[in-house]
């Protein structure tokens, strides 16, 4: 057995069986130890993009990693800014990537790189495998790396020697491990503070942003008065009719101070101490008032939902869920605005829908809009690179067989990975793509403003993304991606329905005024 | 005066009047700057990929560095891999990269990552500005560092308070340096050499392959019979009738060892020892005969025409121009194969283009094809990372006016860095693309034969990018490209004429059997 078949192998008895690659020529021994096992599922993408956001999406709804396949220090650094999101949002990666020989390294022929100093800027664990008895134990252990609480990524470099070598040896796959329960003495803590009644807001991140732990928060919050917001952007929340609604933390600096105004305690439960997501002149960068207290419930490689429960226990009284406006009447006509679509989303959402939120600045209500749309789960952008919305939909829905993926997206954010609409097409991926088509950076239109400039003709060149604009019609179609285009609210709602009772993935541009 | 300010400043005195931009929030002052002060060419990239090797054409055919404009970590990320090709190919690119402010960086914002690091992989000179008034200096000393033969990338990391904050100064503009000349003792020493008769072969690279140095070597091998060859890949080769030829080492490993067999002297002018692309089992890394002396006539950092010229005079004989075929007979009909495209080009191709050739496996003919096409500079994929032609092509327009280029492109390839398109509709450039569509990754067909593994049904769905095939014309038209499908020789000579006078951009898609 070469080095390569006992890394396919130990990866699937550890349970990773599906592979988004974008492979090269050191990757080819691999390649062939994929076409002599059965069992992984190899999903190509045509951008390394795509194949590192596609794995941050398959990870969240799979609750377990895939692997990836890149080629060589540049074929990583394609794929960086989706690896890097996946950092942000704790989502477990196992990455692999092929490089040259050990013995051809030295000579530093054309493609190499500094492959492992690229991998390390967004990985918790990397290593470069040395030998072709190494590499199936090697394997286990990025498993393992990625797996544990809350998960990471895990890169793997393999030299191709290593690959081809003869000496493989396959690894147990490596156990199974669960979050480290929170100490009760921290919890009992957190429960006098509530009891208390000093102006308290938890801040739920993570795990907890499942529905049986925010139906937890809410208890806390029926018997303290404790306030609940989620952090800005988060990995997955599981929300809709029939579950406990949460909050976010605005985007904007101001706002978001605004939301945290008058907090004497801010409890941090699987979430990190919010700041802005920019620095602005004379604004200042930590969010909460200055003398609030912080506390920690729990870390987000702790047990957060068991804290959670067990403060329940202690503080919680029965907390009702909060009453449902009947949504059928709500598909919106007239002028698209993002109040508007946001009621068609919630009225024609499908049940169980993954949704995916790159909307940016348009998306604002969505997410508030949304919130009595039928039960669906909400992802969104997790580190700030924009172009995650497409390859995360990619892999969310080959996670998620029979559920309808709904990808929400900003088109100058698409354009950055717009590959992704092809492996939609060949694997035949339920995703429903809206574009968001303003044809403009209408985010940094606002944040030009935020630091109080104004803008000439030099930053709207910048800014707009008209002359020429972009046909996402022609742009899916070429992709081999049924698509068309709305331009009314009554359009949209008509072909938001089709779109998502197509089988395969159906792209819908809708023309913002 | 803030900081951005007197860093649009001192680039614009320092000869820097071109920036291709994907600016994000931290960058806003600079492009507020932009708008204040007149001068500067901005052209907006739809993806950093673009912005990068948009920035590398433009320096190959400009002979001096636009600047970039990426934001943050991420942005970089994007970039590196057209960054790593220009690094191999020694462009100079003044590289700017927006970052988080100086005092919010502690903080771990989202977008927060290891810029400095990532920078470093493919930087030669890497600095983060600390203050407004150190910033206009830091500019000039990037551009220097860029321009230092044989050049380079240098990278300006410029976190958004340096840019905002008053006290900026500009910078007087770096000096014009010229490379170091050879000593003349190493001149005489590779005459007495070339003089002894022994076999020996001249690998001539970077700036000795344009015309006046390239006559110069054509004279040397004419009064010692000594052998030339340009390496695998280059930056920029002066080429076409009424110039003297040179060929390529071939890129199969065979192929190169073949072409390098029986020499006993090998000497380097501006060219690295020739090695392998990847290892392969059982293969040799370093190509030529392993009893050949390596001698340096001129490194890459040196004078190395200066260094030919000098060689000539004390060695050269008068050389011939090989006679030229008539051309206009040639344009091929029949079936599409490679030698049939390159006749046609050689026919077809307009006076004074620039051919940026990323055709890999389909194109090996093109460029010994092409020798007696009129005068034409050929530009090639340097770093081996895929995703550069159609970048390369724009800026390459965007520096040569009155010019037609002409990018022979893998299909494949085009796919990692398609939005160009995009920029060159806008900028309405004179390129035309050959989509050379065989619908797969040919090169790892090839590659997997020669790694010895036949090709499954795993492999198979890797390497071929049917099932959806890609429309190529309307992913161009989508981008605002004018676009056509040619599937015979007889058309796409058509084609290729129309596309050639046509103002603005022109995709063809040459549809392989």
Redesign the interface.
Known sequence: MNGAESLVRTLLCSGVDTCF?N????E??F??A???IAG?H?I?G??E?VVTGAADGYARMAGKPAATLLH????L??G??NL??AR?GDVPIVNLVGD??T??RP?????T??TE??A???SRWTRTARHAYDVGADAAEAVQAARAAPGGVATLILP??VC?SEGGVVAAPPPETSPKPVEEDVVRDVAALLRSGAPTLLLIGGAALRAQPLADAHKIAAGTGARLLAPT?STRIERGRGRFPIERLPYPVESAIDALSGIEHLVLVGATEP?????Y?GKP??LHPADAVVHVLARPQEDVAGALAMLAELVGAPAALPAVAPASAQIARGPITPHAVAATLASLLPEDAVVIDESLTFGFPFFPGTKDAAPHDWLQL????I?DGLPLSTGAAVASPGRRVVNLQAD?SA??T??AL?TQ??ERLDVTTVILSNRAYA??IA??A??G???????Q??FH?G?????????A????VEAARADTMESFAGLFRTANSHAGPFLIELVLP
């Open positions: 690659a492979p090269g020529t050191s080819m021994h390649v062939a994929l076409d002599r992984m190899c190509l045509l951008f993009g060589c220090g540049p074929g650094a394609n960086l800014a890097h999101n942000r040259q020989a013995y051809h000579l530093d022929a054309l493609l790189a500094d100093g690229l390390r800027s967004v191709s020697d081809w952007f700041v802005a997501f920019f620095a002149p960068g930590l997790t580190g700030g690179a172009g100058g354009l950055y717009l590959q092809w097409a060949r985010i940094l944040e030009m935020n630091v400039a104004s803008i000439g003709k030099t930053a060149g910048m993304l002359d020429p604009d972009l046909d996402w019609v022609r742009l179609q070429g992709f081999g």
